[in-house]
């Protein structure tokens, strides 16, 4: 059920703006995500949404969004995408997002889009706008449409985040590829890894961050276990074996895995340290560094 929404703020500030793509403030325009992924964070209990199904739509985004970037001395990087995705499917109608971007843009700040959605291929002409003040991340835990559509059930197939990444790339938009989760004993084998970096590669990637392997927290791990059962008989038992009641549950190919992936990084020349991400795209570095004069 779609919920609109008075919010109160929309711009959170990022205590630590260098560890995620510079940005020193969260945007969330909606709470609760429409792709239902299975392994989702985001339903933690912690975060006090009430039923993850429901998409609460901050009707007054836009309003907010203006007042706050207006009284704003300096300019910084806003990040969107981490509790929910900017691109959930609502946003085709609502197009919040979308307008946000352009007073983003509007204010001289940069941005940063964490998304599964080939929905951002909309927004292009927006995007070439923040010349080079921008990067856009695609979450992609598997290359195989459908392994996807079991653990990602309602957001796009990899296929079509892959064609929208080669899309942004060509049009000169810094893009790269967040590996995470890597879903222990289902996402992580060798070979999967080795397709899921070529394509990356293939379709433009300039950055890639990773996990191998997920974290469960309570409220979370009820619901992933529960699907567990239903996709993927008698995993759950490993699951509860291996890692009861851990929060960060790393795959037993952690080590191998994560060699694997730094080296063929480094032999093909992908950023993996947001310093580097920064140099490499002196744009948005200079509106990150910006945040020092306030
Ligand atoms: S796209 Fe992200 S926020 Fe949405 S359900 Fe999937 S993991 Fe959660």
Same mark, same amino acid.
């Given at each position: 059920?779609?919920?609109?929404?008075?919010?109160?703020?929309?711009?959170?500030?990022? %205590?630590?703006?260098?560890?995620? +793509?510079?940005?020193?403030?969260?945007?969330?325009?909606?709470?609760?995500?429409?792709?239902?992924?299975?392994?989702?964070d985001?339903?933690?209990?912690?975060?006090?949404?009430?039923? /993850?199904?429901?998409?609460?739509?901050?009707?007054?985004?836009?309003? *907010?969004?203006?007042?706050?970037?207006?009284?704003?001395?300096? %300019?910084?990087?806003?990040?969107?995408?981490?509790?929910?995705?900017? !691109?959930? *499917?609502?946003?085709?109608?609502?197009?919040?997002?979308?307008?946000? @971007?352009? *007073?983003i843009?509007t204010?001289? /700040?940069?941005?940063?889009?964490?998304?599964?959605?080939?929905?951002?291929?909309?927004?292009l002409?927006? @995007? %070439?706008?923040? $010349?080079?003040?921008?990067?856009?991340? +695609?979450?992609?835990? #598997?290359?195989?449409?459908?392994?996807?559509?079991?653990?990602?059930?309602?957001?796009?197939? &990899?296929?079509?985040?892959l064609a929208?990444?080669k899309?942004?790339?060509?049009?000169?938009?810094?893009?790269?590829?967040?590996?995470?989760?890597?879903?222990? !004993?289902?996402?992580?084998?060798?070979?999967?890894?080795?397709?899921?970096?070529?394509?990356?590669?293939?379709?433009?990637?300039?950055?890639?961050?990773?996990?191998?392997?997920? #974290?469960?927290?309570?409220?979370?791990?009820?619901?992933?276990?529960?699907?567990?059962?239903?996709? +993927? &008989?008698?995993? %759950?038992?490993? !699951?509860? $074996?291996?890692?009861?009641?851990?929060?960060?549950?790393?795959? &037993?190919? *952690?080590?191998?895995?994560?060699?694997?992936?730094?080296? /063929?990084?480094?032999?093909?020349?992908?950023?993996?340290? +947001?310093?580097? @991400?920064?140099?490499?795209?002196?744009?948005?570095?200079?509106?990150?560094s910006a945040? /020092?004069?306030?």
């Amino acid at each position: 059920m779609i919920k609109e929404v008075v919010a109160k703020g929309i711009l959170i500030p990022n %205590k630590h703006s260098e560890n995620w +793509f510079g940005a020193k403030y969260t945007m969330n325009i909606y709470r609760g995500c429409e792709h239902q992924c299975i392994y989702c964070d985001s339903r933690s209990a912690c975060y006090q949404i009430e039923n /993850f199904e429901d998409v609460e739509v901050k009707i007054n985004a836009l309003e *907010l969004l203006h007042k706050t970037l207006k009284g704003k001395r300096s %300019k910084a990087i806003v990040g969107t995408g981490s509790m929910s995705d900017p !691109y959930t *499917l609502c946003e085709t109608s609502y197009t919040l997002t979308r307008r946000a @971007l352009k *007073l983003i843009a509007t204010y001289g /700040f940069g941005i940063h889009i964490s998304t599964k959605s080939d929905m951002v291929r909309r927004d292009l002409d927006i @995007l %070439k706008t923040f $010349q080079n003040r921008v990067t856009v991340a +695609f979450t992609i835990t #598997t290359v195989d449409d459908r392994l996807a559509a079991l653990v990602e059930p309602f957001a796009p197939s &990899p296929s079509r985040r892959l064609a929208a990444m080669k899309e942004l790339s060509d049009a000169g938009i810094p893009v790269g590829v967040l590996m995470m989760p890597i879903l222990p !004993y289902i996402e992580d084998s060798p070979e999967g890894i080795d397709r899921l970096l070529e394509s990356a590669l293939r379709h433009g990637a300039s950055f890639c961050f990773w996990h191998v392997g997920m #974290t469960c927290r309570e409220g979370q791990r009820e619901y992933y276990y529960q699907k567990l059962d239903e996709h +993927f &008989p008698g995993l %759950k038992e490993r !699951y509860i $074996q291996r890692y009861r009641d851990r929060y960060v549950c790393d795959s &037993p190919r *952690l080590v191998e895995l994560h060699e694997r992936i730094r080296d /063929f990084c480094d032999d093909n020349g992908l950023i993996t340290d +947001f310093d580097s @991400l920064l140099e490499r795209y002196p744009e948005h570095r200079a509106v990150q560094s910006a945040l /020092f004069s306030e």
